[in-house]
């Protein structure tokens, strides 16, 4: 009899913990995640991870939304898209979070897309890929720059100087190969010519002989070179090596200290397109970026005493964006929240001013964008 | 034109250095005990990253190659104590099966220690490139060719004219004879993983002021290596270093003068019919099964 009361009583105390459990859960605002913290793109999903936790654990401690705590769930993703794919099913089915933040690069978002769009939850994107918000889908918007934009930002500043054929050296896979496409279609806009289309390795030692036949192709009046991580190093080296003269442009995929590092004084000269947050300190004191960018940068590289880049920027600004969406929603009905996100006007960012419509999940205009050129190993603004 | 052919020639001999480098350290191990190391690009990676960090940290470059070196060796021991000579008398598979295991292992310690930037290393002697007939050539790269053909003769010095290198091919070659003929079956197991480690160390070391480093980088050098090694036939310096500049020079021309878009196929291409009409390598001596 004794033991009978007893376990009655353990199992009315289980039952009343779980109903405790789920009044507590329902009232936090679950916030979902699946970031590449390793693999090839760890350095940028490293990034997006301590961002996130260190915001959320900051809006936390100011009461959090709409008086209810953030609950951050965040996945590694190992830069795999199959695994992106089972952390978003994990997310929306056991995790049953409100929205969802994440996707590194474009593979891993886009393997993330047809389960947000089935289970109807509003998803953030972090990464370039123009496939990810063109054609618009409704439930997938994204906070960087498109690999579109970069590749219009440097046409038109090579037609503001003048030069109409170019050669294109692309990274072969990745972000680069989008670039390449990206690029391919906007020249024609701007009046640019490529004559030379050539690409390399992401870990090729050496690309003087792709260098070697864009020299000896006659009439190239500038180089454009769209990749990230060491390739574009190892390719600026290679362009001191051989002596080339014309200009030389690098995308945005090379906006970090990492790359500077890596080159030393070799890249002097180069001039590429960057958001606010990697000029942070030269932006002008009327700029609306400039205290948007500063927080950041001060309040990551304070924490974890290395440079913050373009990466945290994209996850910064992913979150923010969402907590402002809920607000306005008044709580956390997904498909509420889902029109507020494609309301947002004028939302300051560190990857520029958000404008959303129905017709563009990104929101971004190409002055988003400033172009630097490298001087001393360091980016001068010069726009 | 000619200067133009030059330069992809000197390209490729630079990449296809660099293969071959990264392929003489397999010799060793696969000479000791027809084990293929698949955590030799994690020893190359090691060599490279723990240089350029000691740089990074204010230590003079001969110190820091000294101290790489060293680290790399005993991770290299380490290795073969903790992880293959428990499995010893495993099939070469199971043992290949847990170089892998080791790899994924020592990349993911890499990763925690020092972090996921890229590194660098300044070049030896200058960045200034050398000028041949309208070509030029970084000067790194001569210490890469260098290194190769001296890593060469010291191989073929020590498996020829030593008697632990003797001991060594002997062990290969049928390990119960050797051990009644007195050798130390166990050390030279041991020792080989040593020595592949301080090989692969200092390729890492001197090929990362051209192609950077990362805690990732041994999976491709790796991989290129043991294209180069299986190409000149496994086990032998000199092989390593012919397929090594076979493949480099191959996607230099592929990429000059086709396509830099179909720059790796040409290298497959070439090590798939060499494999096929020769199945033991360039330089791979013809092995028997006595049945």
Known sequence: ?383 | MFAEFLQYMLSGITVGSIYALAGLGFAIIYNASHVINFAQGEFIMIGGMASSVLVAAGLPLWAAVILAVLLTMLVGLALEIFAIAPARDADVVTIIIITIGASIFLRGVAQLVWGKSPRSLPAFSGEEPINLFGAALARQSLWVIGVSLLLILLLGWFFNRTLFGKAMLATSYNRLAAQLMGIGVNKVLTLSFGMSAVLGAVGGIIVTPITFTSYEAGIMLGLKGFSAAVLGGLGNGAGAVAGGLLVGIAEALGAGYISSAYKDAFAFVIILFVLFFMPNGLFGKRSTERV
């Open chain 1, 1 to 383: 009899m004794r033991t009978m009361r007893t376990a009655g009583l353990a199992l009315a105390m289980a039952f009343a913990a779980t109903v405790a459990g789920q009044a507590q859960a329902a009232d936090d605002i679950k916030i979902g995640s699946f970031v590449s913290s390793t693999g090839v793109m760890g350095y940028m999903g490293d990034q997006e991870k301590k961002v996130l936790e260190t915001y959320v654990e900051r809006i936390n401690k100011q009461g959090g939304v709409l008086g209810r705590p953030l609950k951050l769930i965040v996945y590694d993703d190992g830069t795999e898209a199959e695994k992106a794919a089972s952390f978003t099913k994990r997310l929306i089915e056991n995790d049953e979070v409100d929205v969802i933040i994440g996707g590194t690069g474009t593979p891993q978002t886009m393997a993330a897309v047809p389960q947000v769009e089935r289970a109807q939850v509003p998803f953030i994107s972090l990464a370039g890929g123009i496939v990810i918000t063109d054609p618009v889908k409704p439930w997938v918007f994204k906070t960087p720059q498109s690999d579109k934009m970069a590749a219009e930002k440097v046409f038109g500043d090579m037609k503001k100087k003048g030069i109409t054929k170019i050669a294109l050296l692309s990274e072969n896979i990745g972000f680069g190969k989008s670039g390449r496409e990206q690029s391919l279609l906007a020249a024609p806009k701007y009046g640019i010519e490529i004559i030379a289309d050539e690409t390399y390795g992401p870990k090729d030692p050496d690309v003087t002989a792709q260098l070697t036949k864009i020299r000896g192709t006659a009439g190239v009046q500038a180089l454009f070179v769209f990749g990230a991580g060491t390739g574009p190093a190892v390719v600026s080296k290679n362009i001191r090596q051989l002596g080339l003269t014309e200009p030389v442009y690098q995308s945005h995929g090379v906006a970090s200290k990492d790359f500077l590092r890596l080159v030393g004084t070799a890249a002097d000269g180069f001039r590429l397109p960057v958001d606010g947050l990697v000029v942070a300190d030269q932006l002008s004191s009327s700029d609306p970026q400039k205290p948007v960018v500063v927080d950041l940068k001060n309040t990551f590289e304070g924490q974890y005493k290395t440079d913050v880049s373009t990466f945290a920027g994209h996850a910064y600004d992913a979150l923010m964006m969402t907590v402002d969406a809920i607000k306005r929603a008044g709580g956390t009905d997904k498909a509420k929240v889902r029109e507020q996100l494609e309301k947002t006007k004028g939302f300051i960012g560190t990857d520029g001013v958000y404008n959303m419509s129905p017709t563009d999940h990104m929101g971004l205009g190409l002055d988003a964008f400033h172009m630097v050129v490298i001087k001393n190993g360091d980016w001068v603004l010069s726009d």
